[in-house]
Every structure is written in structure tokens, then in C-alpha cells.
């Protein structure tokens, strides 16, 4: 077993771990027609009132704050006794570990925080504004790595592994967002959003090709991939190519990146209690600049893997893994070495979403059924999910929604609570509610949850 595939895999084990909560306006908000921000996920939706929302004011601004993963931490942590053990764990057969990672195994944690955000009819329709902060943070690792990890070299004879695909990435920018929306016909409603975004922190690895080939006396590593940063994050390199040390100068932070985005959204009622619904959101994307260093090509010959114990030190009482968490950042400079850095740039498309849907209500729209599919392009990969809502409006200061989903990366509930008196609206809600929890209150399977809040001042009445 080796050290750097470890500390990979604890890192993606620890973020499963503490990040409980994909930043985006929350799918369950779709159907629901007193909520002010519903326009992020079709800008053909709007409210029937005017708003502005609790500005510059973290949270009550409005928040939403998430994470997307196809693993959980029972992918990792396998209970033996009284304690919680890692798949790496000699206790842990290598069937039992491998056969709980996937082929591509990803973890996404975003955040979206509203600064600034009205709307209110004019102009022959319905009009919006936000400017918001959003950061994207993800990371994914191939079964390869994981099989490296664990099983390592077989019998002591010659061994070897071809890992592609590791990679990990964070999108930190503000964006500026102006829609319109208004009805074409009595039955056709259309919208567009023009979004203008500034790039403060961008930071990108990623490894196309690991090559790991492993004798009696030693390990040779070719290696394919690059590095990319953002002023903000400097990245120092000794002689021979390999990282020297990382360091992060918020006074170098500036807007490093330009971009452009677009939604597009329509609704059309079918008939008089079915509409059907669909939106392209955040066509776009944005060109960093900043410094670039590649992969050097040439056989690195690696020696610093060491057996990993599984008690704990005698005399000092730390364990294992407290120890090999703390090399992880030296292992990762140890092994990889980079040529060229020099002044680049990178051009990324944003993460468009399409949306399709359809409600159907009963009850003079006291009670309505919605049927949503999202699908996601994007890196890490794909996301695709297929929401079932019920929605309630019993009055007109309260509504609630209760969703069932089932996704690519399992299934899932969730609720939402509109409080809309006069004058005043307030939110509150999840997507994900995962079913299965660790006594630690951590999803167990599949690390996807996510919150929303936020509150907002109303005035008038659209409706008509």
C-alpha cells in the first residue's frame, strides 16, 4: 500500500465526511409560485408579487449551499467492534473495499450566496436582478486509484497500474443576472436572463494519465496532466520540477476571470390545469488568466511508500491515520513534477442545466402534482435526476412542497416551507433529505444534501 493514493483517498473521504450540504436554486422551489427565486431555475417563473430580498445580509440574503457525491462515508468506514475502520484497514478484505467504489467516483460542494436581489413588473412583463457570490469545489477519483491503494503490488512481483482521470477543480466568482420574462400568448410565457460573471479564484489539477509500474526495488511513474491557478493561489517549484509549497495571498485576489451566461426558459398551459415548462440555464462560460504548469513526461522513479500499521503508537497514542493525514501534502509534492509554468489561460463552460416540467392542479390550484427532470453537463460528469412534488396552497400567505427524487447518484426527499404574508415572504428547505444516516447524523451511501434559506420584503400583486 502507498502513502499519496491514501492521502487522496482521506481527503475525498474526509469531505464526504464534513461538507453535509449543490449550490443551485432548489429543484422543490419549481412548482412553488409564491417563491421569489424560482426564476434561477426558469426565467419564464416568476411570483405574483414584487420583491426585494434582505440585502447584503449572509443567509437571510438568501442561501444555498450544497453536495453533490456518488459515494458516502459507508463507501469508507467499515465498523469493526467498537471502532470505525477505513477500507484501507488490514481488517477489510479487498473485496469487501473494492467492490463499494465505482469506476468514477465524484464529490461536488457549492456554495450561493444572494447579495442583492429584486423583482417587479414593468415594461410589459416581469423583470430581475441578482448579484450574487458562488463557489464550485470538486473532485474525482477513478477505481484505479483505489485499487493501487489497497491492494498495492501483488506477491511482491511486477505490477502495474494505469490510473487516468484524477482530478480536482474550484470556481469561486460573482455574478451579475438581469431576466425578463413576459406572456407571448394566453397560454405561451417566455424568458431570458443575461448574466455577467467576474472571476476571483480558479484553481484546476488534473491528471490525465498515471503510469505505475512496480518492480522488488523500485516504482516508476510516467505521468501526464496540468496544474492551473489564479494569481491568488501561488504555487512555488524546486529545481527538479516537484511542488515546493502552496500559498494562498488574498491580496493578490482580483477579477482574474471574464465570462458571459444566458437562461432561457418557457411555459405553456396545455390546459387549463396542466402546463408544461422548460429552461436551458447558465449557457455560458468564463476565461481565466493565471499560470500554467504541466506534467513533466520523462520516468520519475518514487521511493517514499511506506506499510501502513493499524494500531495505534505505543508511546504516543496517534494513529495511523492521524499520521499519514499529515503527510499528504508532502507525498503530493514528492511524487508529481511539473515544467513550464508560465503565464496562461483556460476558457471553461459553465454548468448549463436543462429543465423540462409539468403540473397538473386540482382543487381550484389548492393542490397541485409536478413532474421535473434535470439534467446537468459538466465536469466532474453528468448529473441527471427526476423529481415527483406535491405542492400545497391552502392559503395565500402558506405553501408547502414534499418531493420524492431519484438520480444517477441515488434517491432521496425533500420539503419546502413558504411563509408569504403581506408584505413579507420567507424560505426554508431541503432537496435531499438522504434516508439512511451514521449515528453521526452523516449520510451513509450517497454524500448529497443540500439547504436553502432567505427572506424578502413583497409589495403589490401581479396575479392578474
Known amino acids: 500500500m502507498n502513502t499519496l493514493s491514501k492521502k487522496l483517498i482521506y481527503t475525498f473521504t474526509g469531505i464526504c465526511l464534513s461538507a453535509n450540504a449543490v449550490a443551485q436554486a432548489p429543484h422543490t422551489s419549481y412548482f412553488m409560485e409564491s417563491m421569489p427565486t424560482r426564476h434561477q431555475l426558469n426565467p419564464a417563473l416568476t411570483p405574483d408579487y414584487n420583491y426585494v430580498n434582505m440585502p447584503l445580509i449572509p443567509a437571510l440574503s438568501g442561501i444555498q449551499i450544497g453536495l453533490n457525491s456518488n459515494v ?9 467492534g467498537n471502532e470505525l475502520v477505513t477500507g484501507l484497514h488490514s481488517s477489510v ?58 491492494v498495492g503490488q501483488i506477491d511482491g512481483g511486477p505490477t502495474s497500474y494505469d490510473i487516468s482521470g484524477i482530478g ?46 512496480m518492480s522488488q526495488d523500485r516504482w516508476q511513474i510516467r505521468e501526464k496532466g496540468r496544474i492551473f491557478t489564479t494569481p491568488a493561489l501561488q504555487i512555488k517549484y524546486k529545481e527538479n520540477g516537484e511542488l515546493d509549497d502552496f500559498d494562498f495571498d488574498a491580496g493578490s485576489l482580483g477579477m482574474d476571470g471574464v465570462g458571459i451566461g444566458f437562461d432561457l426558459g418557457a411555459t405553456y398551459k396545455l390546459l387549463d390545469n396542466l402546463t408544461l415548462s422548460a429552461a436551458l440555464t447558465d449557457i455560458g462560460f468564463v ?144 432537496d435531499y433529505i438522504p434516508f439512511r444516516y451514521s449515528k453521526e447524523g452523516i449520510p451513509l451511501y450517497h454524500a448529497k444534501a443540500n439547504i436553502t434559506m432567505g427572506i424578502s420584503f413583497t409589495f403589490g400583486n401581479n396575479k392578474s
Open 287 to 430: 476565461t481565466w488568466k493565471g499560470a500554467e504548469a504541466t506534467a513533466n513526461p520523462d520516468p520519475f522513479v518514487f521511493d517514499g511508500f511506506h506499510h501502513f500499521g493499524a494500531e495505534d503508537d505505543p508511546i504516543t497514542g496517534e494513529s495511523p491515520l492521524d499520521k499519514e493525514t499529515d503527510q499528504i501534502e508532502e507525498d503530493l509534492k514528492s511524487l508529481t513534477r511539473f515544467d513550464n509554468n508560465q503565464d496562461s489561460k483556460s476558457t471553461r463552460s459553465l454548468t448549463t442545466t436543462l429543465n423540462i416540467g409539468g403540473e397538473y392542479s386540482i382543487l381550484s390550484d389548492k393542490i397541485s402534482f409536478g413532474l421535473l427532470s434535470s439534467t446537468r453537463f459538466g465536469l466532474p460528469t453528468v448529473w441527471t435526476e427526476l423529481m415527483a412534488s406535491a405542492n400545497f396552497r391552502p392559503v395565500s400567505w402558506f405553501n408547502a412542497t414534499i418531493n420524492g427524487s431519484f438520480s444517477n447518484i441515488g434517491q432521496s426527499m425533500g420539503v419546502l416551507l413558504n411563509f408569504n404574508p403581506k408584505g413579507f415572504n420567507f424560505y426554508i428547505g431541503s
Open 72 to 80: 458516502g462515508v459507508a463507501n469508507f468506514l467499515y465498523p469493526r
Open 168 to 213: 480536482m477543480e474550484t470556481y469561486n466568482y460573482a455574478e451579475i443576472a438581469v431576466g425578463h420574462s413576459r406572456k407571448i400568448t394566453d397560454k405561451l410565457t417566455v424568458g431570458a436572463k443575461f448574466k455577467f460573471i467576474g472571476g476571483v479564484l480558479h484553481a484546476s489539477a488534473k491528471i490525465d494519465e498515471l503510469n505505475v509500474s
Open 93 to 150: 478484505s479487498n473485496d469487501e473495499f473494492l467492490d463499494n467504489i465505482h469506476r468514477n467516483n465524484v464529490i461536488e460542494a457549492n456554495l450561493k450566496l444572494n447579495l442583492l436581489s429584486f423583482g417587479f413588473a414593468k415594461w410589459g412583463g416581469y423583470n430581475t436582478f441578482d448579484l450574487s457570490v458562488r463557489s464550485i469545489t470538486n473532485m474525482s477519483l477513478p477505481y484505479e486509484l483505489f485499487e493501487f491503494a489497497k
